[in-house]
Each structure stands twice: as structure tokens, then as C-alpha cells.
């Protein structure tokens, strides 16, 4: 996995992986037990871990199989080896929940001290596999003779949603914290409208979360994800009151080059080996927001920067 040594010479303050950390993809438990092993015992992963805090969600793959949600039969004993393996501390929250391991972290700014306390990332982590409803599928003939072609995904929009009720709850309170960054942590897209792949937008979710970020006034929303295995910029700003971006990085070891579309995608795609970045510089009266994706050297292949200002209409 080379692209950790570039990953390694950033001066970063945290770590997020996304999902789809191992392909365990099994209904054996020392199998996918085995599986995190081998991540674990990788040198370059083993660096990370002792450089940086490492925070970590799942995707179908490392939850249990492709594309599973609530129906996964082991999903119980799927959660206790994943928060193992992330060294999940025994009495945090996201061991007691019975819907997931849905959880959140703060990344503070500690380098001016004279700064707001307020001057901080919270790390928003949702489980969108524990509780996730049923996906619909277009069939098997309207795959291959529609969406195949077009690079698109089976599914089409579904009814229900990938978090439970007590989790929206959660998140709802998340949103309303003070930090003036909340970065949400996605293992599926949120920005993409039907690609046909899993995404938020496959069921009403996107649309709920917008609401509660207009209901809230909630400032300072930025949303990255993974899934995909190509990397892109997307930017929404329909009917809201200011953008939302989402920075897709995937993956660091796959690859897909068969693209999907995405009409809110602002930077063109990647299909090489990606990895993401966020920055922000406190120091500014009106804080800088640098952004996007690097490559396997750890040279920039997309980016955008613009002002927490730009995400503070309230």
C-alpha cells in the first residue's frame, strides 16, 4: 500500500478512513477477524496509527457483505471486532448503541490559544449499514439494458432510510454543537444524485439532512465520503442557503474506471489511487478552507479553497 508513505509526510491532526477498510465480505467471523489483521500488521498502517488519532466508520464490505444493511445476520458480532479493531475505547458510546456504531470526535485548535474554543472540527460519523431499510433494485433486464451503459448502479430511489430513528435523533443534537466545522464523515456519497450506486439519495435521507441543517441554521457543514472507488468534488447549492460540498476519496488501494455520472461534480474525476485532504487555517480573521484529493506521491490532483465565511450564512 505505497500510497501510505505519502500520506505519512503530512503534517496532519487526524486520520478519517470511510469505509470498505477491508473487503471482509463473509459470514465467518475469524475470517473477517483475520481480514483486520492484515490491515493491521501492514507497516505503513501501523505508522499512521502511531503518528495520528485514527478515526474510523464502515461500509458494506467491512460491515459484512456487498451492499448488505440491516438484514446482515451477523452484524452484532461484525460491530465488537470493527470497534476492537479501531481500539474503540470500552465505555464510548458507539459500544452501548444497539442501532450501530454511529459516534463523533472534536479536533481542536491548539496551536493559538487565544482562539475560540469554538475554533474546531467535529467529526461527525453516521452508520449507514446497522439499521439500513432494503435497497430496490430496476431489475435485471432494466440494468443491462439502461444503467450499464451509462456507468450507472441497480438501485433505484427506495423507501425507509439508512439510519434508525434514534440515530436521526443523534444526529439532529451532532448538528447543533458549537464547533464552527462539522465535517460528516460518509461512507456513501451524499452529494450525487441517483448514480444508481448506494448513495443517500437513494432514499429521503439527503433530502432530511438538508432540512435539519436549514431548521437549525446550522453553520459550517462539509461532507466527505468514500464507496466509490474514484475521486471527485461535488457542490450543492439548490435550495440551500450555501453550498454544500462533498469530497469523495476512494480509494486507496482500488480502482474503477468506469465513472458514473454526477452533475454536481466541479473538478472532474479521478480513477487513480486517492487520498483526501482538509485544512484550515485558524489564524485568519475569516479562516481559509484548502481542500481535495492527492495522488499515490502525494501530489495534488484536485483542489478548491475557499472561506468558512462561504459556509456561515447564519
Given at each position: 500500500m505505497p500510497i501510505f508513505d505519502a500520506i505519512l509526510n503530512e503534517p496532519a491532526d487526524g486520520f478519517i478512513f470511510l469505509g470498505d477498510n477491508i473487503y471482509g465480505d463473509t459470514e465467518d467471523m475469524e475470517e473477517l477477524s483475520a481480514k483486520y489483521q492484515k490491515l493491521g500488521n501492514n507497516p505503513g498502517f501501523k505508522a499512521l496509527r502511531s503518528k495520528v488519532p485514527v478515526y474510523a466508520t464502515w461500509d458494506d464490505h467491512d460491515?459484512?457483505?456487498?451492499?448488505?444493511?440491516?438484514?446482515?445476520?451477523?452484524?452484532?458480532?461484525?460491530?465488537?471486532?470493527?470497534?476492537?479493531?479501531?481500539?474503540?475505547?470500552?465505555?464510548?458510546?458507539?459500544?452501548?448503541?444497539?442501532?450501530g456504531i454511529y459516534g463523533s470526535y472534536v479536533i481542536q485548535n491548539d496551536e493559538n490559544h487565544k482562539s475560540s474554543s469554538n475554533d474546531a472540527i467535529r467529526v461527525i460519523l453516521p452508520d449507514l449499514r446497522y439499521m439500513r431499510d432494503d435497497l430496490e433494485s430496476v431489475g435485471v433486464l432494466g440494468y443491462y439494458t439502461n444503467r450499464k451503459f451509462k456507468d450507472m448502479g441497480p438501485y433505484k430511489p427506495s423507501k425507509g432510510s439508512m439510519l434508525s430513528?434514534?440515530?436521526?435523533?443523534?444526529?439532529?443534537?451532532?448538528?447543533?454543537?458549537?464547533?464552527?466545522?462539522?465535517?460528516?464523515?460518509?461512507?456513501?456519497?451524499?452529494?450525487?444524485?441517483?448514480?444508481?450506486?448506494?448513495?443517500?439519495?437513494?432514499?429521503?435521507?439527503?433530502?432530511?439532512?438538508?432540512?435539519?441543517?436549514?431548521?437549525?441554521?446550522?453553520?459550517?457543514?462539509?461532507?466527505?465520503?468514500?464507496?466509490?472507488?474514484?475521486?471527485?468534488?461535488?457542490?450543492?447549492?439548490?435550495?440551500?442557503?450555501?453550498?454544500?460540498?462533498?469530497?469523495?476519496?476512494?480509494?486507496?488501494?482500488?480502482?474503477?474506471?468506469?465513472?458514473?455520472?454526477?452533475?454536481?461534480?466541479?473538478?472532474?474525476?479521478?480513477a487513480e489511487v486517492n487520498y483526501g485532504f482538509f485544512t484550515v487555517n485558524w489564524d485568519e480573521a475569516d479562516p481559509s478552507i484548502h481542500f481535495g484529493l492527492k495522488d499515490v506521491k502525494g501530489d495534488v490532483v484536485m483542489e478548491q479553497k475557499i472561506t468558512l465565511s462561504s459556509l456561515s450564512p447564519y
Open positions: 460491515f459484512g457483505e456487498n451492499d448488505a444493511g440491516k438484514s446482515y445476520p451477523f452484524k452484532q458480532q461484525s460491530k465488537a471486532i470493527m470497534l476492537d479493531f479501531w481500539g474503540v475505547p470500552k465505555d464510548s458510546p458507539r459500544r452501548k448503541r444497539q442501532d430513528q434514534q440515530q436521526w435523533q443523534w444526529l439532529e443534537l451532532e448538528l447543533q454543537q458549537p464547533e464552527r466545522i462539522k465535517i460528516i464523515g460518509s461512507s456513501l456519497q451524499l452529494i450525487a444524485d441517483f448514480t444508481g450506486w448506494e448513495s443517500w439519495a437513494n432514499f429521503d435521507d439527503r433530502q432530511r439532512l438538508f432540512n435539519l441543517i436549514k431548521k437549525h441554521r446550522v453553520n459550517g457543514v462539509f461532507i466527505i465520503s468514500g464507496d466509490t472507488h474514484w475521486g471527485e468534488i461535488s457542490k450543492f447549492d439548490e435550495g440551500m442557503d450555501y453550498p454544500v460540498w462533498d469530497v469523495t476519496s476512494s480509494g486507496l488501494t482500488e480502482e474503477w474506471k468506469q465513472v458514473s455520472p454526477n452533475k454536481h461534480r466541479t473538478s472532474g474525476s479521478t
